[in-house]
């Protein structure tokens, strides 16, 4: 019997701390399934996702500039960085 184990680049992808857009990610691949694939009904979502990693690079850039590590935070530290915000900038 063989076992279906998930490709580790999908795996990454659905990891909280490796994807900091899991949930625009996620919203926007709900929107396209609902929608019968018609991107023109999702284009809000795929914005969102887009604006979302836009946010998170720059983030990623600005922590190496200053010599933090790792680059991404960690999901809780994001959480906390948003809280703080108020709301999400993206």
Request: proline share 8%.
């Amino acid at each position: 019997k063989k076992s279906t184990r998930m490709p580790v680049v999908v795996r990454k992808l659905k990891d909280p701390d490796v994807n900091p857009c899991l949930a625009e990610s996620d919203a926007s691949n709900r929107c396209m399934n609902d929608h019968n694939y018609d991107r023109d009904r999702c284009v809000v979502h795929f914005l969102k996702y887009k604006n979302c990693k836009r946010f998170w690079n720059s983030v990623m850039a600005q922590r190496r500039r200053n010599g933090v590590h790792p680059p991404l935070p960690t999901a809780a530290e994001r959480e906390e960085m948003l809280r703080a915000m108020g709301e999400r900038p993206y």
